[in-house]
C-alpha cells in the first residue's frame, strides 16, 4: 500500500516535470522559427535598433547635382544614437561625413569594408553597419558606426545538418537529465507525502479493529487532518468506554430484573399448584387470599412489562402522542391520590400545592401522569416513612412548573449524572424498590417527547429536587 502511494505520487510529479520539459522545448523551436520566418526579426529588432536605424537611413540621405547631405531628422537621429555616418563612392573613396571619427579611413578597400562589418574596430570604438544608396545614376555605400560599448554583433556560421543532429541528441540528453532529476525530487517529494498518508491510514485501520490507544503530533501539511483524527480517536475511546459501561448496567439490570421477575412468578406458582393440589383442603377465605396475593403478583409482572415496552417505543421514537388540553392541577393530584391509595404507601405524608385551580395544557394525559407518578414513587421508596413530599404545580407565563421535592437521603454527586439512564438503579433503592428500574429513564423520556424539560437537584442527606418544565 505504502509503495503504490508513493509510487502515484512519483509517477504524477515525472509526468508534469516532462510535460513542463516538452512544452518548454515547444516554445523555444516554436520562437525559433517565427524569428527566422518573420521578415523584420521582431525579437531582435526594432525600429530603434541600430540595424533598422542603417536599413532606412538611405531615405535621409540626400543627392543633388552640387553634392550630398543628410536631412536634419537624419541628423538628429545619429546624434540621439551617438551614431556617426561616412558615405562613399563606387571606389571607395568618402564623399561625404557626419560626426566621424578622427581614427576613420577615408578611403576603403573591399577588404576593409568586410572587416569593419564583422569586427568592432577598437580605434573607433564602434559597431559598424553598412547600407546602400542609389541617385545620379551612381551606387553609394554608407557606414554608419555606433560608439554604444553595450552593443555587439556577432556573426554565427554553422551547418544545419549538424545543428539538426545536435538538437536531436541535445534534447534526448536533456528529457534523460531532467528526468532523472525529476524521478530524485519525486521520490523525496513523495516520500515526504506520503510518510504521514501512511500513518493516516495505518491509523485509520487500528481505529477500525477498535483500537484507540494512537496519537499523532499535529503538524506539517497534513496537521489539521492528524487534529480531527485524534479528535476522532478521542470520541471513539469514550463511546466505547460509554457502551461498555452501559453494556455492563445493562447486564446487571437483566440479573436484577430476572431476580425480580422470578420472585412473583414463585409465588404464583406456588399458590396455583397448592390450590390445584387434591391433598389440601383450603377454606373460601384462603383461596380468596391465595388469590389475592396471585392477582397482585400478576399486576406486579404486567407493570414491568408495560414499563418495558413503553421505554423501548419512547426511545425508538414509535409513541404517538395523544395530545389535548389537560388541565394538569387535576391530573398530578390524582397521581398523588393513587399513591396515597396504595395499601403500601397509605402512611406516607405527601403534600400537594398549586398556584392556580385550573392550569390547562396540551399534553398526553395518560404519559404525563405516568411521569409524575414515577417520580413520586421514586421519592417514598427512596426515603424512611418519615420523610414529607411535597408535590406542587405553578404556572410562570406560558410554562407549566411540575415539582416533586423531599427532604430526604438525597443523591450521590456521581449517581446524579446516571439517574435518567436506562437500566440504572440507585444505591439507595430499598426493599420496596422492585420491578424494571426504568421508572426514572421512563419519566425522562415522557418530558422530552413533549418538548419539555427535567431537572434534577440534590443534596446527599439533605433532600432532592426534581423539576418538569412543559
Same mark, same amino acid.
Given at each position: 500500500?505504502?509503495?503504490?502511494?508513493?509510487?502515484?505520487?512519483?509517477?504524477?510529479?515525472? *509526468?508534469?516535470?516532462?510535460?513542463?520539459?516538452?512544452? @518548454?522545448?515547444?516554445?523555444?523551436?516554436?520562437?525559433?522559427?517565427?524569428?527566422?520566418?518573420?521578415?523584420?526579426?521582431?525579437?531582435?529588432?526594432?525600429?530603434?535598433?541600430?540595424?533598422?536605424?542603417?536599413?532606412?537611413?538611405? +531615405?535621409?540621405?540626400?543627392?543633388?547635382?552640387?553634392?550630398?547631405?543628410?536631412?536634419? +531628422?537624419?541628423?538628429?537621429?545619429? =546624434?540621439?544614437?551617438?551614431?556617426?555616418?561616412?558615405?562613399?563612392?563606387?571606389?571607395?573613396? /568618402?564623399?561625404?561625413?557626419?560626426?566621424?571619427?578622427?581614427?576613420?579611413?577615408?578611403?576603403?578597400?573591399?577588404?576593409?569594408?568586410? /572587416?569593419?562589418?564583422?569586427?568592432? =574596430?577598437?580605434?573607433?570604438?564602434?559597431?559598424?553597419?553598412?547600407?546602400?544608396?542609389?541617385?545620379?545614376?551612381?551606387?553609394?555605400?554608407?557606414?554608419?558606426?555606433?560608439?554604444?560599448?553595450?552593443?555587439?554583433?556577432?556573426?554565427?556560421?554553422?551547418?544545419?545538418?549538424?545543428?539538426?543532429?545536435?538538437? +536531436?541528441?541535445?534534447? &534526448?540528453?536533456?528529457?534523460?537529465?531532467? %528526468?532523472?532529476?525529476?524521478?530524485?525530487?519525486?521520490?523525496?517529494?513523495?516520500?515526504?507525502?506520503?510518510?504521514?498518508?501512511?500513518?493516516?491510514?495505518?491509523?485509520? #485501520? /487500528?481505529?477500525?479493529?477498535?483500537?484507540?490507544?494512537?496519537?499523532?503530533?499535529?503538524?506539517?501539511?497534513?496537521?489539521?487532518?492528524?487534529?480531527? &483524527?485524534?479528535?476522532?480517536?478521542?470520541?471513539?475511546?469514550?463511546?466505547?468506554?460509554?457502551?461498555?459501561?452501559?453494556?455492563?448496567?445493562?447486564?446487571?439490570?437483566?440479573? @436484577?430484573?430476572?431476580?425480580?421477575?422470578?420472585?412473583?412468578?414463585?409465588?404464583? /406458582?406456588?399458590?396455583?399448584?397448592?390450590?390445584?393440589?387434591?391433598?389440601?383442603?383450603?377454606?373460601?377465605?384462603?383461596?380468596?387470599?391465595?388469590?389475592?396475593?396471585?392477582?397482585? #403478583?400478576?399486576?406486579?409482572?404486567?407493570?414491568?412489562?408495560?414499563? *418495558?415496552?413503553?421505554?423501548?417505543?419512547?426511545?425508538?421514537?414509535?409513541?404517538?402522542?395523544?395530545?389535548?388540553? &389537560?388541565?394538569?392541577?387535576?391530573?398530578?393530584? @390524582?397521581?398523588?391520590?393513587?399513591? *396515597?391509595?396504595?395499601?403500601?404507601? %397509605?402512611?406516607?405524608?405527601?403534600?400537594?400545592?398549586?398556584?392556580?385551580?385550573?392550569?390547562?395544557?396540551?399534553?398526553?394525559?395518560?404519559?404525563?401522569?405516568?411521569?409524575?407518578?414515577?417520580?413520586?414513587?421514586?421519592?417514598?421508596?427512596?426515603?424512611?416513612?418519615?420523610?414529607?413530599?411535597?408535590?406542587?404545580?405553578?404556572?410562570?407565563?406560558?410554562?407549566?412548573?411540575?415539582?416533586?421535592?423531599?427532604?430526604?437521603?438525597?443523591?450521590?454527586?456521581?449517581?446524579?449524572?446516571?439517574?435518567?439512564?436506562?437500566?440504572?438503579? %440507585?444505591?439507595?433503592?430499598?426493599?420496596?424498590?422492585?420491578?424494571?428500574?426504568? %421508572?426514572?429513564?421512563?419519566?425522562?423520556?415522557?418530558?422530552?417527547?413533549?418538548?419539555?424539560?427535567?431537572?434534577?437537584?440534590?443534596?446527599?442527606?439533605?433532600?432532592?429536587?426534581?423539576?418538569?418544565?412543559?
Amino acid at each position: 500500500m505504502k509503495w503504490r502511494l508513493t509510487g502515484r505520487y512519483l509517477a504524477s510529479v515525472v *509526468l508534469i516535470v516532462v510535460i513542463v520539459i516538452f512544452i @518548454n522545448i515547444l516554445v523555444i523551436i516554436g520562437l525559433y522559427i517565427y524569428q527566422n520566418e518573420s521578415p523584420k526579426y521582431p525579437f531582435l529588432q526594432g525600429d530603434n535598433s541600430a540595424e533598422a536605424i542603417t536599413r532606412s537611413f538611405g +531615405q535621409e540621405i540626400v543627392l543633388s547635382e552640387t553634392g550630398m547631405d543628410i536631412t536634419g +531628422q537624419g541628423k538628429d537621429t545619429l =546624434e540621439r544614437n551617438q551614431a556617426w555616418i561616412q558615405i562613399l563612392d563606387e571606389n571607395g573613396n /568618402q564623399v561625404y561625413g557626419f560626426r566621424v571619427p578622427p581614427e576613420a579611413k577615408t578611403k576603403y578597400t573591399p577588404m576593409d569594408i568586410v /572587416q569593419t562589418y564583422k569586427y568592432m =574596430e577598437k580605434e573607433l570604438m564602434s559597431t559598424v553597419f553598412i547600407g546602400e544608396k542609389q541617385g545620379n545614376g551612381k551606387r553609394y555605400s554608407y557606414l554608419i558606426g555606433f560608439q554604444d560599448p553595450y552593443l555587439e554583433r556577432n556573426i554565427l556560421t554553422y551547418d544545419i545538418r549538424k545543428v539538426g543532429r545536435f538538437l +536531436q541528441i541535445g534534447i &534526448v540528453t536533456v528529457l534523460c537529465v531532467d %528526468g532523472f532529476i525529476a524521478l530524485c525530487i519525486a521520490y523525496l517529494f513523495s516520500k515526504r507525502l506520503t510518510r504521514p498518508l501512511s500513518a493516516l491510514i495505518d491509523g485509520i #485501520k /487500528q481505529l477500525a479493529h477498535k483500537n484507540y490507544r494512537g496519537h499523532y503530533e499535529t503538524k506539517g501539511i497534513y496537521k489539521d487532518v492528524f487534529y480531527n &483524527v485524534n479528535m476522532l480517536t478521542e470520541e471513539l475511546r469514550a463511546s466505547e468506554l460509554e457502551r461498555n459501561r452501559l453494556d455492563r448496567m445493562k447486564e446487571e439490570w437483566i440479573a @436484577n430484573i430476572s431476580h425480580d421477575i422470578k420472585t412473583p412468578l414463585a409465588s404464583i /406458582q406456588g399458590y396455583s399448584e397448592m390450590m390445584r393440589d387434591k391433598d389440601y383442603d383450603f377454606t373460601v377465605e384462603e383461596m380468596r387470599d391465595y388469590a389475592e396475593i396471585i392477582e397482585r #403478583k400478576s399486576l406486579y409482572l404486567k407493570d414491568v412489562i408495560e414499563d *418495558l415496552n413503553l421505554s423501548t417505543r419512547l426511545r425508538n421514537m414509535g409513541l404517538t402522542l395523544n395530545l389535548k388540553s &389537560v388541565n394538569v392541577v387535576s391530573l398530578v393530584r @390524582n397521581a398523588v391520590i393513587d399513591t *396515597l391509595n396504595d395499601t403500601r404507601y %397509605g402512611n406516607r405524608n405527601i403534600d400537594f400545592r398549586y398556584s392556580d385551580e385550573v392550569i390547562l395544557k396540551e399534553v398526553d394525559e395518560i404519559l404525563i401522569r405516568r411521569a409524575v407518578a414515577n417520580l413520586i414513587y421514586n421519592a417514598v421508596v427512596h426515603n424512611s416513612e418519615d420523610v414529607s413530599i411535597a408535590v406542587s404545580v405553578e404556572k410562570e407565563g406560558g410554562t407549566v412548573r411540575i415539582v416533586v421535592e423531599d427532604h430526604g437521603k438525597g443523591i450521590r454527586e456521581e449517581e446524579l449524572e446516571r439517574i435518567f439512564d436506562r437500566y440504572y438503579r %440507585g444505591t439507595n433503592t430499598g426493599e420496596l424498590h422492585k420491578g424494571s428500574g426504568l %421508572g426514572m429513564a421512563i419519566a425522562n423520556d415522557i418530558v422530552k417527547a413533549h418538548d419539555g424539560e427535567i431537572h434534577v437537584m440534590s443534596e446527599f442527606h439533605s433532600g432532592t429536587r426534581i423539576e418538569i418544565l412543559l
